[in-house]
């Protein structure tokens, strides 16, 4: 079971660049959700989706954005890179709201931005 | 807004002495959420409380949900170096439906 899967696991970007982190899950999880996590912060959502076709924004959205054209994939998009999103990502998915029920978190993307 | 607080933020144990770390919401949660991450790794799910007053154990770890449901510990009774890693509690129910973090203890373990 591949479970969720993010790609890439290491990115270096330079600020002003844009890319696209991916996310895909395969067990059918309605919910799925975009954290970062810094040294000393814990998880801070980002962006998060309760199903294709809706997203909303979390606690912290500025300078991303999310889109959710099918089930199994949530991408997280960087529009113009800075240095304060140098932090390690995580997707998650859960079948039911992710407040009540466990979340599956993918192996994580860490980004460096110079 | 909802805030979960989660202390000590580091602990150092010998192997086979105890640890425990708290974590407190500033509102009544729904119910709370404990999860692992080894160094380098991803957090992962360990239990769910959802009751007041709530004890659950998983063979050496303990976990609690206080009686206002604001609150809740974890206990390791005789640490292993298997251990160590960063110990999340996550507060579920919040104004998006969403997990609240705490900030997490990060445990080492010396042999």
């Known amino acids: 079971n591949a479970g969720v899967t993010q790609t890439p696991k290491f990115q270096v970007l330079k600020t002003g660049q844009s890319m696209t982190l991916q996310c895909a899950q395969d067990?059918?999880?309605?919910?799925m959700s975009w954290y970062r996590q810094d040294p000393g912060m814990g998880l801070r959502l980002i962006h998060y989706s309760v199903g294709a076709g809706i997203t909303d924004q979390g606690e912290v959205p500025n300078g991303y954005n999310v889109s959710r054209s099918t089930t199994e994939d949530f991408p997280l998009r960087l529009l113009s890179a800075a240095p304060s999103q140098t932090s390690v990502y995580f997707c998650?998915?859960?079948?039911?709201?992710?407040?009540?029920?466990?979340?599956?978190f993918g192996q994580g993307t860490r980004l460096t931005v110079v | 807004g909802q805030q979960v607080m989660q202390i000590p933020q580091y602990q150092h144990v010998q192997e086979g002495e105890d640890f425990t770390t708290y974590c407190n919401s500033s509102t009544t949660l729904s119910n709370i959420q404990w999860y692992k991450q080894r160094p380098g790794g991803h957090p992962v799910f360990l239990i769910q409380l959802v009751k007041s007053g709530e004890v659950k154990k998983q063979k050496r770890l303990t976990f609690q949900f206080g009686e206002a449901k604001k609150n809740s510990s974890l206990h390791i009774t005789a640490t292993q170096t298997t251990d160590v890693g960063t110990y999340f509690c996550?507060?579920?129910?919040?104004?998006?439906?969403?997990?609240?973090f705490g900030k997490g203890t990060k445990l080492s373990v010396k042999p």
């Open positions: 067990m059918n999880h309605e919910y």
């Open positions: 998650a998915s859960s079948w039911g709201l992710v407040g009540h029920t466990e979340a599956f």
């Open positions: 996550a507060g579920g129910g919040g104004s998006q439906g969403n997990l609240i």
